[in-house]
């Protein structure tokens, strides 16, 4: 039903908006005849399903999908509009106040959000390493820069907790650019530090200093990027048994077989555990979409309703790890599709 009234609306606003959508996706001097999406890698491999099944249904180009991470993702969408730049922006966390103010500068004045579903931020070793419970507090004392304000000198998980092994700190992540690295801080590293009373009075006190303290992140040997090829991840552990790697549980979904999740105060990363929001991690995702370029592009909108169709319950994005919205968000983003809602950004961050 949702995909044959995006039908609708699509042919509807087409003909009002592709005037003025070709003289803005016009700019650079030529065309493009498909659409073309960038950011989070974790978002990525859903994207690309969405892709094939949009291809496929329409007889359209294949999108092309471009892991650049999410930071990255929002670099490229807000430069501009026009066939040189992306139409949508796949993200594993919301978009930022900074970055909806760069791309209002840029003349992308118009964007459409849209949430997708959700993931997890999950830890998970080697199958063959030894088992592990962390709680939010120790993933704090181990990998912040400063704990509490003083020099992190751990060096092993048993010196962060004693019933931990006393073997070296090592988490493999994803780099500045991803918006797993995002997620990471706010809602592990973050979270730990507010753990402690101190801490998260000193965040109404002095929320700058608060920032540093809390979610600041220490470098090599204990906190290493990987970049943003999550399965690059996956594969370092099975031959590093005694690292953590933090990546979407997708992967880790995944990846059963040669990789265990680690609980997080005690609750298993799960479809069910992050829908409810009791795992730590969990995490939404979106994508976001040009206006400017609806009409101008062919099939973009109809490509948005295919992601809405295969991330719904029961979908075919479930079985890929993605966790289906709310229904009432299903609602909020059937609608969204329908009118071509805009963001305004003030309750942005």
């Not at 359209?60 to 807000?78: L, Q, V, W």
């Not at 943003?228 to 690292?243: C, R, V």
């Not at 990363?269 to 370029?293: C, D, F, L, N, V």
């Not at 979908?315 to 071509?340: C, N, Q």
Request: net charge neutral.
């Amino acid at each position: 039903m949702l995909h044959r009234s995006i039908l609708a609306v699509g042919v509807a606003s087409s003909t009002l908006l592709l005037a003025a959508c070709e003289d803005q996706a016009s700019s650079g001097g030529d065309t493009r005849d498909y659409i073309a999406a960038v950011g989070s890698s974790t978002v990525y491999p859903f994207a690309t399903a969405v892709a094939e099944k949009f291809a496929e249904a329409t007889g359209n180009k294949t999108p092309k999908i471009d892991a650049t991470g999410t930071g990255g993702g929002f670099e490229r969408f807000c430069q501009g509009v026009g066939p040189k730049t992306p139409d949508i922006s796949n993200a594993s966390r919301r978009m930022k106040k900074s970055e909806f103010d760069r791309c209002q500068a840029n003349g992308v004045k118009d964007i459409i959000e849209i949430q997708i579903g959700y993931d997890g931020l999950a830890f998970g070793q080697s199958t063959k390493g030894p088992e592990m419970a962390l709680t939010l507090v120790d993933v704090y004392k181990a990998l912040a820069a400063t704990p509490y304000g003083k020099p992190n000198t751990a060096k092993t998980w048993k010196e962060v907790n004693p019933a931990l092994p006393a073997i070296a700190i090592s988490v493999l992540g994803p780099p500045s650019t991803s918006g797993t690295y995002d997620s990471f801080k706010e809602l592990l590293l973050m979270a730990g530090c507010d753990k402690d009373p101190a801490m998260k009075a000193l965040k109404s006190s002095d929320e700058e200093k608060h920032k540093k303290i809390c979610g600041t992140l220490r470098g090599s040997p204990y906190y290493v990027e990987q970049g943003e090829n999550d399965n690059l991840i996956i594969s370092k552990l099975t031959t590093n048994p005694t690292s953590i790697g933090a990546f979407g549980f997708s992967y880790l979904d995944g990846n059963r077989d040669k990789i265990r999740a680690l609980t997080i105060d005690g609750v298993s990363p799960s479809m069910e555990t992050i829908t409810s929001e009791q795992y730590p991690g969990s995490r939404a995702m979106y994508i976001y979409i040009k206006k400017a370029h609806i009409g101008a592009v062919p099939g973009l909108m109809e490509y948005v309703a295919e992601f809405a169709k295969g991330s719904a319950e029961g979908g075919y994005l479930a079985p890929k790890g993605l966790i289906p919205p709310h229904k009432e968000m299903e609602a909020t983003v059937a609608a969204t599709i329908k009118s071509s809602k805009v963001m305004d950004g003030s309750d942005l961050q």
